[in-house]
């Protein structure tokens, strides 16, 4: 039997991920205008990625467990 991926844990992991990609964008734009918004997005989007990274590898090592596991027998 194949591992099974928890397919929510991976949504909500590219939801930070795009969410990250947004914040980064916010603070190209404001770096010039206003450093310290910039700042804040950075900040902010290192949090997302750091919660997605976490989120990725949890769904990882779930996967990895289920297949180290021997099959039962029918």
Known sequence: MP??????QLKKAE?????????ITQAIEQSAANPQLA??????ASEEITQAQTMVSQVQSTVQSQSQQPEKAK
């Open 3 to 8: 591992a099974q991926i928890n397919t929510d």
């Open 15 to 23: 939801v930070s991920a795009t969410l990250a990609k947004t914040l």
């Open 39 to 44: 700042e804040q997005a950075l900040k902010q």
